[in-house]
Every structure is written in C-alpha cells, then in structure tokens.
C-alpha cells in the first residue's frame, strides 16, 4: 500500500522567504510526527499531531516555524523568513496509533541560500 | 538527548551474522527497546521492539538483557542492502522519537 509522501523532494529558496513542507500520512494513521536532519546529525523531533488532541510543538525551534494538521490527514510544516540554519531534511513519519512504530517518508531536503 | 549509547561504527562480512550492541543505562519500567535504521538518503524505518523478551521477525532479531540494560539487534545473514546507520531507542510508545548518533554498519562483500 502507499507509504508516507512528502513533497517537494526539494527546495531550494532565498534567505528570508517563507516556504511549506507538505505530508500525506498513511491513510487511518492517527498520529502525525515532524523531524529535521541537519547533515551529518541525527533526527530532530519538531512537533507531534494525535487525533484531536493538541499538537506538541515543544521541538519547534522558534517562531518561525508552524505546523497545521487537517483532521487526520495532510499536514503543512511552515518556515517564515527562512534562515540559512534551516537548511536540512524535514521528515515526517505517521502511526497508526501514538503507540504503535513510525513510518517515515522520504523527507523534503530544504536548501536555503 | 538520546539516552542510548552505541558504538559510533560496525564491519559486517556479506552472509554473515551482524550483531548490534545497545546500552540502556537509564531505560525506566514504561519504556520499550525500539530500533530503526537509515539507509543513505532514505527516512528511517522501524525495524523490531521488545520490553522484555526476545523478539523475532522477518527483519531481525532482538535480544534483551534480564535487567533490561543492554540490548542487542542481529541481522543473521547481511546483505549489502543492510549498509545503514542503525539506532536504538527507548521508548515510552508515545510521541517523539529521540534518536542519538546510531552505529553505522557497513556490510562488505
């Protein structure tokens, strides 16, 4: 069946532009992750969505960065005024339940110039 | 931070068995041994968990420690495609994942 998608694969954008990350979770995943890979690191944790619940934002660096989650669908990770500290991969992984494994996407490598 | 320690790098001979060491040092009650692994330019992806047996399935094999503070993955007959950096974490089957810096396998012909 269909994985978790992210899209664009990249993005390429100008210092102080703001850009949108989209993620189609699996189809009934009611659980919804966010990461960042700088290069050569580990996985960051940004921000979590659990059905109706609210979200925990408590890895979002700043500001800048906001997620949104239509029910239990697509989400948007949104950067405002992008630094070049932003550039990494975004991943983003859902589970059936908060309990259950993660499945990862792809991810969105973001390059900021 | 990543509460998991791990050897930073593993060789692993084609066909061979590639055994994964992991210390929990500070794993509490609630917590679950999760490991994933990412292949190069890929998200990672969910291997095998245990709390306290040993578990089994088509990917690997996990074995844990009685005192829960070491475990160890095995890959009984890796493959080139095995080549990945492998992560163990503990896991209280809620929210975030934290990854630490993993162990980087590479299986070699």
């Known amino acids: 069946g269909a994985g978790v998608s992210q899209s664009p694969s990249n993005k390429v954008t100008e210092k102080g532009k703001d850009v949108e990350l989209r993620c189609d979770p699996i189809s009934g995943h009611t659980a919804l992750y966010w990461y960042r890979q700088r290069l050569g690191q580990g996985l960051e944790f940004l921000i979590y969505f659990q059905g109706n619940s609210a979200p925990d934002k408590s890895g979002l660096p700043s500001d800048r960065f906001s997620a949104e989650r239509t029910g239990e669908s697509v989400s948007t990770l949104t950067i405002q005024r992008t630094q070049q500290e932003d550039s990494a991969v975004y991943l983003c992984?859902?589970?059936?339940?908060?309990?259950?494994?993660?499945?990862f996407g792809p991810g969105t490598r973001l390059t900021v110039l | 931070d990543a509460k998991t320690t791990q050897p930073p790098s593993m060789d692993c001979a084609e066909g061979r068995a590639a055994n994964l060491p992991c210390n929990h040092s500070t794993i509490s009650g609630n917590e679950y041994v999760y490991w994933y692994r990412q292949i190069h330019s890929q998200g990672p992806q969910y291997i095998i968990h245990?709390?306290?047996n040993n578990e089994t399935n088509e990917m690997a094999s996990l074995i844990i420690t009685e005192d829960r503070k070491s475990s160890t993955l095995i890959l009984p007959h890796a493959t080139l495609r095995d080549t990945a950096v492998y992560y163990c974490?503990?896991?209280?089957?809620?929210?975030?994942?934290?990854f630490g810096q993993g162990t980087e396998l590479s299986v070699k012909p």
């Open positions: 974490i503990d896991y209280n089957q809620g929210g975030k994942l934290i």
């Open positions: 245990g709390l306290k």
């Open positions: 992984a859902s589970s059936l339940q908060h309990d259950n494994e993660q499945f």
